[in-house]
């Protein structure tokens, strides 16, 4: 933190506005994969089991 606010300081850097964009652009992508493994594939496992006990309630009802 106290590396990045100095190295995007304008009055010490020329090139502070692309640095910060550079570095928004990166925690960005960090937390985007962060959310995805945490709750992107939490929701698909349980999609994919619900669709399971869906075919299986078919089966049970078009066998019986």
């Given at each position: 933190?106290?590396?990045i606010?100095a190295?995007t300081?304008g009055?010490n ?8 964009f550079v570095y928004?652009?990166?925690?960005m992508?960090?937390?985007?994969l962060?959310?995805y493994?945490l ?12 669709r399971?006990?869906?075919?299986d309630?078919a ?5 019986g």
């Amino acid at each position: 933190g106290i590396a990045i606010k100095a190295s995007t300081d304008g009055e010490n850097n020329l090139d502070s506005m692309s640095i910060t964009f550079v570095y928004t652009v990166l925690l960005m992508i960090i937390m985007g994969l962060s959310m995805y493994f945490l709750y992107g594939r939490a929701g698909s496992s349980s999609a994919r089991a619900q669709r399971r006990r869906a075919l299986d309630l078919a089966k049970e009802s078009a066998g019986g």
